[in-house]
């Protein structure tokens, strides 16, 4: 917490040969900085380190960053409007951006090695479009819950994705949603009271060994689409 509750602190440079490569926990914690570019060899950002710094709008990494660990709540309660999350981060961890409710933008390479958003990553977030790589394997409980702005999530036909847990898109304004072929968890309300969902897709190769409509029931008229070769696992309760 080396800087923590520095109310005057607004900025924060590095040497541009950094060797730099923890930012610890609590380091900026409740500070006033605005902007800060992270060096391009950290390669740990630990909890709350950002936490409810209300200023810091522009957080900067680079695309070749050695950043690989963003821990819990690093960001939470923060006025970020964009982040760029490096191709070597293996997961969001448990309310990483939550409450950040200026962040718009999340920038995600298409060769990412992300497997996993934690419970509540971007709750009460801003953010209107979320790309979920090929490699995440899972969307944890209540990860984009009350992100009210989301309107679209796009899934690649290849994505490896598993498991999406309860509440994890609960009251956004997703407007369709394509079940990908890899899917076997579909936990009850992940979409509850999302009002504009107008259209899920189950394809033919669909994993689940049940497909449950009523899921859906809470988002208003929705058209769920089976394939005929499903009929045999919907459950209607």
Same mark, same amino acid.
């Given at each position: 917490?080396?800087?923590?509750?520095?109310?005057?602190?607004?900025?924060?440079?590095?040497?541009?040969?950094?060797?730099?490569? &923890?930012? +610890?926990?609590?380091?900026?914690? +409740?500070?006033?900085?605005? %902007? *800060?570019?992270?060096?391009?060899?950290? #390669? #740990?950002? %630990? +909890? $709350?380190?950002?936490?409810? =710094?209300?200023?810091?709008? *522009?957080?900067?990494?680079?695309?070749?960053? +050695?950043?690989?660990?963003?821990?819990?709540?690093?960001?939470?309660?923060?006025?970020?409007?964009?982040?760029?999350?490096?191709?070597?981060? !293996?997961?969001?961890?448990?309310?990483?951006?939550? $409450? =950040?409710?200026?962040?718009?933008?999340?920038?995600?390479? *298409?060769?990412?090695?992300?497997?996993?958003?934690?419970?509540?990553?971007? #709750? $009460? /977030?801003?953010?209107?479009?979320?790309? @979920?790589?090929?490699?995440?394997?899972? @969307?944890?409980?209540?990860?984009? /819950? /009350? =992100? %009210?702005?989301?309107?679209?999530?796009? &899934?690649?036909?290849?994505?490896?994705?598993?498991? @999406?847990?309860? $509440?994890?898109?609960?009251? !956004?304004?997703?407007?369709?949603?394509?079940?990908?072929?890899?899917?076997?968890?579909?936990?009850?309300?992940?979409?509850?009271?999302?009002?504009?969902?107008?259209?899920?897709?189950?394809?033919?190769?669909?994993?689940?060994?049940?497909?449950?409509? !009523?899921?859906?029931?809470?988002?208003?008229?929705?058209? *769920?689409?089976?394939?005929?070769?499903?009929?045999?696992?919907?459950?209607? @309760?």
């Amino acid at each position: 917490n080396s800087f923590e509750s520095c109310t005057k602190l607004k900025k924060v440079e590095f040497e541009p040969n950094s060797e730099l490569q &923890i930012i +610890d926990r609590m380091s900026f914690m +409740d500070s006033s900085i605005e %902007k *800060i570019i992270i060096p391009r060899h950290v #390669t #740990t950002i %630990k +909890d $709350y380190a950002f936490q409810n =710094c209300n200023n810091l709008r *522009i957080f900067k990494i680079e695309q070749n960053s +050695d950043l690989k660990i963003i821990e819990q709540e690093a960001f939470s309660s923060s006025s970020l409007e964009s982040i760029f999350i490096p191709r070597q981060v !293996t997961k969001i961890t448990k309310g990483a951006f939550k $409450y =950040c409710k200026n962040l718009k933008t999340v920038e995600i390479p *298409i060769n990412s090695k992300l497997e996993e958003f934690e419970e509540d990553a971007f #709750t $009460y /977030s801003s953010i209107e479009f979320v790309r @979920i790589p090929f490699s995440v394997k899972k @969307i944890g409980i209540s990860s984009f /819950s /009350s =992100c %009210k702005k989301l309107k679209k999530v796009v &899934i690649p036909a290849n994505s490896q994705l598993n498991a @999406i847990m309860k $509440y994890a898109f609960f009251d !956004t304004s997703i407007e369709s949603f394509f079940v990908p072929p890899s899917l076997r968890s579909l936990e009850f309300r992940s979409f509850s009271n999302c009002k504009k969902l107008l259209i899920i897709e189950f394809n033919e190769n669909c994993s689940l060994n049940e497909i449950i409509p !009523t899921q859906f029931v809470e988002s208003g008229n929705s058209l *769920i689409m089976i394939a005929a070769k499903l009929k045999n696992r919907i459950k209607i @309760i």
